[in-house]
Structures are given as structure tokens and as C-alpha cells.
């Protein structure tokens, strides 16, 4: 993953700024908790992942579970 994605990405910044100082606003952007998102997460975890390219990092998984 590029460094400015990391950086000012919208997933790195609002979402995990969300799990962890806004719970309610977090819960209506994500339609569930973080605790049932790390669930959920654990769960299909696995069967989403994708390993790394020559040209591009894979996209992590907890950003691939939100934009399924």
C-alpha cells in the first residue's frame, strides 16, 4: 500500500478514528459495531485474502471486508 493512502486514506483516518472515539457514528457508517466487525472479520478473514503482487500491494483485509 502506497504511503500517502496510509496517510490521509479515508479507511486509515475516519473509520479507525470512528472505532475508537465514536461508537454510535461508527456503528451507523459500518451498520455494526467494531466488535462485531472484528467478528465477522475473524470469521472470513481467510477466504477474502489476497496475496501480494509484483506491481501493487493487496489490499488489507479489514478494508476489504468494509467495501464488500
Known amino acids: 500500500m502506497d504511503s500517502?493512502?496510509?496517510?490521509?486514506?479515508v479507511f486509515q483516518?475516519?473509520?479507525?478514528?470512528?472505532?475508537?472515539?465514536?461508537?454510535?457514528?461508527?456503528?451507523?457508517?459500518?451498520r455494526m459495531s467494531p466488535e462485531c466487525f472484528n467478528e465477522v472479520l475473524q470469521v472470513v478473514g481467510p477466504r477474502i485474502q489476497?496475496?501480494?503482487k509484483r506491481m501493487r500491494p493487496a489490499i488489507s483485509l479489514d478494508q476489504r471486508l468494509a467495501i464488500i
Do not use: A, C, T
Open 4 to 9: 500517502k493512502r496510509e496517510m490521509h486514506g
Open 13 to 30: 483516518n475516519l473509520v479507525r478514528e470512528l472505532s475508537l472515539e465514536d461508537q454510535p457514528l461508527y456503528r451507523s457508517y459500518m
Open 50 to 52: 489476497k496475496q501480494n
